[in-house]
């Protein structure tokens, strides 16, 4: 009677005791992981790769800033990451042999340092390949985006000349960052001056490589999409630019990305009401076809990106809007799903409201290779640490292990 | 001089213990001279004069409760032998409730006596006590969990941390001479402490400390088997096994962050977060242990020390991402690990034996 006793009961503690050394992390199908260094590090962009995701921020310290590049798994967890100094960084691009940082550069060295375009490629485990700037010392030249376009084996990179009159401008570099082509001040709109947003991106249509961005103009400040076809002439690109419905607002990032029914574009629209949402669909002939403006309860809503995905849009954004405590200021990054038609107001997917009670906000979202979403942002806790936050989700919105 | 003082003290001697033992002869109550001489005429053999000298003492409770359980000794071995078995079985049971522990002596008791002892339940029916317990809880980790990365970035460290309060009713059912079934209830505090130490993606450098405490409040079920040595009848050694059935009451966390090289950013302290909806209710531990009984009155001082493995996850595995208190996550930058909870527990307290005598069929 007592054997069977004792071995129910050493069978029990021994399949309970395991040794830490066992235990791997978890295998999450979501996750929200912070990243930075010392200091503050603001989320700028993050790319779906096959082994992982690549995330980019900006890391800002007392005297310097740098930007910190690192690559994860699909869990989130750390591969390698480097710190580039003396850079701010705005994109990346995906190249076979490794990966393209667009950004600004400070010659502090000039008494009146102006900033420079600056791009560092790096080889697959982010050890710096080369590097470029683009600038005139007079004037203040910020890289926003960039993308890769695989017909002409060229990087093309976007930006804009900070002065009098702010222009946004196009540049075309070979995969050695030696430069191939400029196009200034081509963009725009009657005369306006145009901030080009970090949205840039290319598409084939009609057998053209063409490149697609969204601008804030100045001084109306409405936002503009420009499309550009990359002709045989590359520094003369001919192209389109569409003013659509609202203001945005400029310190809100705007974004614009294709869609599998032409192309879609989020902004943050400013009135009397406080900010919302604004959604804005194109065909394939870049017309416009829906803008809808949601006007949502009671609390300012800021879009800061968008992807598109056979479920509908997915728009990245923040709100300062708090269910049930009308007291609380602070923002919380907000991910939502629209319907595939455009609707915005008839969620057929999900919504959901990410923070604390310190500052979130979302910087860019893609579509991860599990059908899900990853999305990059800034987390500023309540006592004004700033870090990258990466939230993954599932296709359905939830945050699931 | 000397002489003379001893040979006055060795004469005033023996009066003087005479005039004591006559004084305490003299502040004997009646009913106590009654026993005296009932057993002087139990040994003489007039049986029967023995329930008319005891009977109204009995009844009208004049005795101690020593001097109560002679008499009713007494009484049942007179009616024994008065051939009365109604009355010696109603005296034996007056005797049994009288002390609880009242033991036959087989070289003195008459084999009546000791047969019509034999046909009543004599053993503690079961045992209560109360137990004061101290704890050192640790978590055993089955998955870690990190809001920053694990890739070599973090490390989490836990210790054993002492919780002082805990205090549980115990209850003991004898199976046999050496197997006693031990279920009891208990409330117990577990500290659960934690360093979370995070570096730099690139630098490599501490960029950021946590230190964590949740405390959580619990009520545990266990129920434990419990092998007996009999050194003694004053001191036993036990061995125990078993499971418990463990509910989580509360769980408040508090967590004080700290980013390293923020001089200028005052790091975050006091934060309390009711982290209760965080945590599976119900869980269920294995217990090994054992300890001392050392007999004091009708009951035994327990001594105790217990190895509890927890066999289920305290913390709910979709709770990390998204907790009830988004600040346990947006604040601290605190995600729980999966963990089992494991301690290892101090008890002291005392358990009372409590007899239910009756006649058996």
Same mark, same amino acid.
């Given at each position: 009677?007592?054997?069977?006793?004792?071995?129910?009961?050493?069978?029990?503690?021994?399949?309970?005791?395991?040794?830490?050394?066992?235990?791997?992390?978890?295998?999450?199908? *979501?996750? /929200?992981?912070?990243?930075?260094?010392?200091?503050?590090?603001?989320?700028?962009?993050?790319?779906?790769? +096959?082994?992982?995701?690549?995330?980019?921020?900006?890391?800002?310290?007392?005297?310097?800033?740098?930007?910190?590049?690192?690559?994860?798994?699909?869990?989130?967890?750390?591969?390698?990451?480097?710190?580039? $100094?003396?850079?701010?960084?705005?994109?990346?691009?995906?190249?076979?042999?490794?990966?393209? /940082?667009?950004?600004?550069?400070?010659?502090?060295?000039?008494?009146?340092?102006?900033?420079?375009?600056?791009?560092?490629?790096?080889?697959?485990?982010?050890?710096?390949?080369?590097?470029?700037?683009?600038?005139?010392?007079?004037?203040?030249?910020?890289?926003?985006?960039?993308?890769? $376009?695989?017909?002409?084996?060229?990087?093309?990179?976007?930006?804009?000349?900070?002065?009098?009159?702010?222009?946004?401008?196009?540049?075309?570099?070979?995969?050695?960052?030696?430069?191939?082509?400029?196009?200034?001040?081509?963009?725009?709109?009657?005369?306006?001056?145009?901030? *080009?947003?970090?949205?840039?991106?290319?598409?084939?249509?009609?057998?053209?490589?063409?490149?697609?961005?969204?601008?804030?103009?100045?001084?109306?400040?409405?936002?503009?999409?420009?499309?550009?076809?990359?002709?045989?002439?590359?520094?003369?690109?001919?192209?389109?630019?569409?003013?659509?419905?609202?203001?945005?607002?400029?310190?809100?990032?705007?974004?614009?990305?294709?869609?599998?029914?032409?192309?879609?574009?989020?902004?943050?629209?400013?009135?009397?009401?406080?900010?919302? /949402?604004?959604?804005?669909?194109?065909?394939? $002939?870049?017309? /416009?076809?829906?803008?809808?403006?949601?006007?949502?309860?009671?609390?300012?809503?800021?879009?800061?990106?968008?992807?598109?995905?056979?479920?509908?849009?997915?728009?990245?954004?923040?709100?300062?809007?708090?269910?049930?405590?009308?007291?609380?200021?602070?923002?919380?990054?907000?991910?939502?799903?629209? +319907?595939?038609?455009?609707?915005? $107001?008839?969620?057929?997917?999900?919504?959901?409201?990410?923070?604390?009670?310190?500052?979130?906000?979302?910087?860019?979202?893609?579509? *991860? *290779?599990?059908?899900?979403?990853?999305?990059?942002?800034?987390?500023?806790?309540?006592?004004?640490?700033?870090?990258?936050?990466?939230?993954?989700?599932?296709?359905?919105?939830?945050?699931?292990? | 001089? %000397?002489?003379?003082?001893?040979?006055?003290?060795?004469?005033?001697?023996?009066?003087?213990?005479?005039?004591?033992?006559?004084?305490?002869?003299?502040?004997?109550?009646?009913?106590?001279?009654?026993?005296?001489?009932?057993?002087?005429?139990?040994?003489?053999?007039?049986?029967?004069?023995?329930?008319?000298?005891?009977?109204?003492?009995?009844?009208?409770?004049?005795?101690?409760?020593?001097?109560?359980?002679?008499?009713?000794?007494?009484?049942?071995?007179?009616?024994?032998?008065?051939?009365?078995?109604?009355?010696?079985?109603?005296?034996?049971?007056?005797?049994?409730?009288?002390?609880?522990?009242?033991?036959?002596?087989?070289?003195?008791?008459?084999?009546?006596?000791?047969?019509?002892?034999?046909?009543?339940?004599?053993?503690?029916?079961?045992?209560?006590?109360?137990?004061?317990?101290? =704890?050192?809880?640790?978590?055993?980790?089955? =998955?870690?969990?990190?809001?920053?990365?694990?890739?070599?970035?973090?490390?989490?460290?836990?210790?054993?941390?002492?919780?002082?309060?805990?205090?549980?009713?115990?209850?003991?059912? %004898?199976?046999?001479?050496?197997?006693?079934?031990?279920?009891?209830?208990?409330?117990?505090?577990?500290?659960?402490?934690?360093?979370?130490?995070?570096?730099?993606?690139?630098?490599?450098?501490?960029?950021?400390?946590?230190?964590?405490?949740?405390?959580?409040?619990?009520?545990?079920?266990?129920?434990?088997?419990?092998?007996?040595?009999?050194?003694?009848?004053?001191?036993?050694?036990?061995?125990?096994?078993?499971?418990?059935?463990?509910?989580?009451?509360?769980?408040?966390?508090?967590?004080? =962050?700290?980013?390293?090289?923020?001089?200028?950013?005052?790091?975050?302290?006091?934060?309390?977060?009711?982290?209760?909806?965080?945590?599976?209710?119900?869980?269920?531990?294995?217990?090994?242990?054992?300890?001392?009984?050392?007999?004091?009155?009708?009951?035994?001082?327990?001594?105790?020390?217990?190895?509890?493995?927890?066999?289920?996850?305290?913390? %709910?595995?979709?709770?990390?991402?998204?907790?009830?208190?988004?600040?346990?996550?947006?604040?601290?930058?605190?995600?729980?690990?999966?963990?089992?909870?494991?301690?290892?527990?101090?008890?002291?307290?005392?358990?009372?034996?409590?007899?239910?005598?009756?006649?058996?069929?």
């Amino acid at each position: 009677m007592r054997i069977p006793y004792l071995t129910i009961a050493l069978g029990l503690l021994l399949s309970a005791c395991q040794s830490l050394d066992s235990v791997e992390p978890a295998q999450d199908k *979501a996750f /929200i992981k912070f990243y930075g260094e010392a200091g503050d590090t603001d989320g700028k962009d993050i790319r779906v790769l +096959d082994d992982g995701y690549l995330i980019l921020g900006t890391n800002t310290q007392e005297s310097t800033s740098g930007a910190l590049l690192i690559k994860v798994d699909l869990n989130g967890n750390q591969m390698w990451g480097q710190l580039f $100094d003396k850079m701010t960084a705005s994109g990346l691009i995906i190249l076979d042999d490794g990966y393209i /940082i667009v950004g600004d550069s400070i010659d502090i060295s000039n008494t009146d340092p102006k900033t420079t375009m600056f791009l560092i490629k790096t080889d697959l485990n982010g050890a710096e390949t080369g590097r470029t700037s683009v600038g005139d010392n007079i004037r203040s030249f910020h890289g926003t985006a960039g993308a890769f $376009d695989t017909n002409g084996n060229e990087v093309v990179a976007l930006g804009y000349i900070e002065d009098i009159n702010d222009s946004t401008f196009l540049m075309g570099f070979n995969t050695d960052l030696s430069q191939a082509w400029t196009r200034y001040r081509a963009f725009g709109k009657d005369n306006q001056r145009s901030k *080009a947003s970090p949205s840039l991106f290319s598409f084939t249509q009609a057998d053209s490589v063409r490149f697609g961005w969204l601008s804030v103009l100045e001084p109306d400040a409405p936002a503009g999409v420009d499309f550009v076809e990359a002709g045989a002439d590359k520094s003369t690109p001919s192209g389109v630019t569409n003013l659509f419905t609202g203001n945005t607002l400029i310190d809100a990032n705007a974004d614009f990305n294709t869609s599998p029914v032409g192309f879609v574009a989020v902004q943050s629209i400013n009135d009397t009401n406080g900010s919302s /949402i604004g959604i804005s669909h194109f065909d394939t $002939d870049i017309d /416009i076809t829906t803008t809808l403006d949601r006007k949502q309860r009671d609390g300012n809503f800021y879009a800061h990106a968008v992807v598109s995905s056979s479920g509908g849009d997915v728009i990245l954004g923040s709100t300062d809007f708090h269910e049930g405590n009308s007291n609380r200021t602070d923002r919380d990054i907000y991910i939502a799903r629209a +319907d595939i038609t455009g609707g915005f $107001d008839d969620l057929t997917g999900f919504e959901l409201f990410i923070g604390g009670d310190g500052e979130e906000t979302g910087a860019k979202i893609r579509q *991860a *290779a599990d059908g899900g979403f990853i999305a990059i942002g800034t987390v500023e806790n309540t006592n004004k640490a700033k870090s990258m936050v990466v939230i993954k989700i599932n296709n359905k919105g939830e945050l699931l292990n | 001089m %000397k002489r003379l003082t001893i040979l006055f003290i060795a004469l005033l001697s023996p009066l003087t213990l005479a005039l004591v033992y006559g004084q305490e002869e003299e502040n004997k109550s009646p009913c106590a001279q009654k026993l005296e001489t009932a057993q002087q005429k139990y040994d003489e053999g007039r049986i029967q004069d023995i329930e008319g000298l005891l009977k109204k003492c009995i009844d009208t409770d004049q005795y101690s409760k020593a001097e109560k359980a002679q008499a009713l000794r007494l009484m049942t071995l007179s009616y024994i032998f008065l051939e009365n078995q109604e009355a010696a079985e109603a005296s034996m049971l007056a005797l049994l409730k009288t002390n609880h522990e009242f033991a036959i002596n087989e070289a003195i008791d008459p084999t009546e006596f000791i047969n019509l002892y034999n046909r009543y339940r004599t053993e503690p029916l079961f045992s209560a006590g109360l137990k004061y317990i101290v =704890n050192w809880t640790k978590p055993y980790v089955t =998955n870690l969990n990190s809001a920053f990365t694990l890739g070599g970035n973090e490390v989490h460290d836990y210790t054993y941390t002492l919780a002082s309060f805990g205090l549980g009713a115990s209850f003991e059912y %004898k199976l046999t001479n050496n197997i006693v079934i031990y279920p009891e209830i208990q409330y117990m505090q577990r500290s659960i402490v934690s360093d979370r130490i995070v570096s730099g993606p690139a630098s490599g450098a501490e960029v950021y400390t946590l230190k964590t405490q949740d405390d959580q409040n619990w009520l545990m079920l266990p129920v434990s088997g419990q092998y007996l040595f009999h050194l003694s009848d004053q001191f036993k050694l036990f061995a125990t096994a078993g499971i418990s059935t463990e509910f989580l009451l509360s769980s408040t966390f508090a967590g004080k =962050n700290t980013e390293l090289t923020q001089a200028t950013k005052p790091s975050v302290g006091g934060i309390a977060i009711t982290a209760t909806a965080d945590r599976n209710r119900l869980n269920f531990s294995a217990i090994i242990g054992g300890g001392v009984k050392i007999k004091v009155s009708e009951g035994f001082i327990t001594v105790e020390a217990r190895y509890s493995q927890g066999l289920t996850r305290v913390t %709910k595995a979709n709770n990390s991402l998204s907790p009830s208190d988004p600040n346990l996550l947006f604040t601290t930058f605190y995600q729980d690990d999966g963990y089992r909870l494991n301690h290892i527990a101090v008890s002291v307290g005392y358990i009372k034996r409590f007899y239910f005598p009756k006649k058996l069929r």
